[in-house]
């Protein structure tokens, strides 16, 4: 079985000058956990909902009041809490190296790219999981 058959895509990117709080809400609305940042055709970071999630908190307590905090969300940008150090994987590639990288447990989420090393996706252990229990590989 290779990586193709059980990624997510279209992937959702976005620029990583993007306030927290409209990455947050992007997640919310498109019901992921994570967003691709790139710089034209290149991955740029991984941005997780736990990473804002974590600066929001660190927001809130760390100011003295909710008004505060929030134009302090709308001001913070992605770039500062998304993590840069990126490991990317082929549609081609077979998905045992997938499960290799996700049960390292440094990255939740890996980024697909097809032959042409453009964006084609993005593959996760909940993604694996869905693709063997619906084609019954279990």
Do not use: W
Request: charged share 25%.
């Amino acid at each position: 079985m290779n990586v193709k058959e059980c990624l997510t895509s279209p992937v959702i990117t976005i620029d990583e000058n993007m306030s927290i709080d409209k990455a947050l809400q992007m997640m919310k609305a498109n019901e992921i956990k994570h967003l691709i940042i790139t710089r034209g055709d290149s991955i740029h970071g991984v941005v997780s909902e736990k990473d804002l999630l974590d600066k929001i908190y660190s927001l809130v307590f760390d100011t003295t009041g909710a008004t505060y905090s929030k134009m302090k969300m709308a001001s913070e940008r992605v770039k500062e809490v998304m993590q840069t150090e990126v490991v990317s994987i082929q549609e081609e590639d077979d998905i045992s190296l997938a499960i290799e990288i996700l049960l390292q447990g440094k990255f939740h989420c890996i980024p697909v790219r097809n032959k042409a090393q453009s964006l084609s996706g993005i593959i996760t252990a909940t993604d694996i999981m869905r693709h063997c229990y619906t084609k019954k590989v279990l």
